[in-house]
């Protein structure tokens, strides 16, 4: 089965903090992506990324940024978070194929005091 | 930009059918996809449909496309408590590797 795993499933940051997301797929996939879910927003794209050390900008990208250094890992970061960036993460990935399934991790839920 | 639609909340009694519906503005949508999110978890997919297609079934779930009307359905037949969850619409444009979500349906199935 495809698992994609995020660092944590809940966060407690500061205004201020940088924070760091962690996600890692086992399946080789070569695109991966960062969503926020907020109530009656559904799912909003951050950030995406379709080859190692490549990135594009989703629909809201201000006050994130993203590395992925390795095939397997995609971290998203928040230089400095404020109160407006508690949601909860959604990482996915998916083969660079038609029906482009993407496989979804459990989230984190992040609270920025 | 693209957009896609679907009304919040659902209710429908256990034994029922449940039909969720969907809007997107994206003419060159090439494949559209309904998602499931149960409480605590991540979105699971729960099947998909080519935009050359109108029907797909699946056992308990038909999906609709009309794409002269960009409108999409999923049919739950013989709702159970456990399809209690938030279902996604999603579609993927031509040439893209990113979809667009809509805001989520949340079906609350009682017995």
């Known amino acids: 089965d495809v698992k994609v795993t995020q660092s944590s499933r809940y966060l407690v940051k500061r205004t201020g903090e940088k924070v760091f997301l962690e996600c890692v797929q086992d399946m080789d996939h070569e695109n991966m992506f960062w969503y926020r879910q907020d109530p009656g927003l559904g799912l909003r794209l951050i950030y995406f990324s379709y080859d190692v050390k490549m990135k594009e900008k989703g629909d809201i990208p201000e006050g994130y940024s993203v590395s992925r250094e390795k095939k397997e890992r995609f971290s998203l970061i928040l230089e400095s978070a404020s109160t407006n960036q508690t949601s909860m993460y959604l990482c996915?990935?998916?083969?660079?194929?038609?029906?482009?399934?993407?496989?979804f991790g459990p989230g984190t839920r992040l609270t920025v005091l | 930009g693209e957009d896609v639609e679907q009304s919040l909340f659902l209710s429908v009694r256990e034994g029922d059918s449940s039909v969720i519906n969907c809007t997107y503005t994206?003419?060159?949508?090439?494949?559209l996809y309904w998602y499931k999110q149960e409480p605590g978890a991540g979105l699971q997919l729960l099947t998909y449909?080519?935009?050359?297609?109108d029907m797909k079934q699946d056992q308990r779930l038909t999906v609709l496309l009309n794409k002269k009307d960009k409108h999409l359905s999923l049919r739950i037949a013989d709702t159970q408590t456990g399809d209690s969850a938030i279902y996604f619409c999603a579609e993927r444009g031509a040439g893209f590797q990113k979809l667009v979500f809509g805001t989520g349906t949340r079906l609350l199935v009682s017995p």
């Open positions: 996915a990935s998916s083969f660079g194929t038609s029906a482009n399934e993407q496989f």
């Open positions: 449909i080519f935009s050359n297609m």
């Open positions: 994206d003419s060159s949508s090439t494949y």
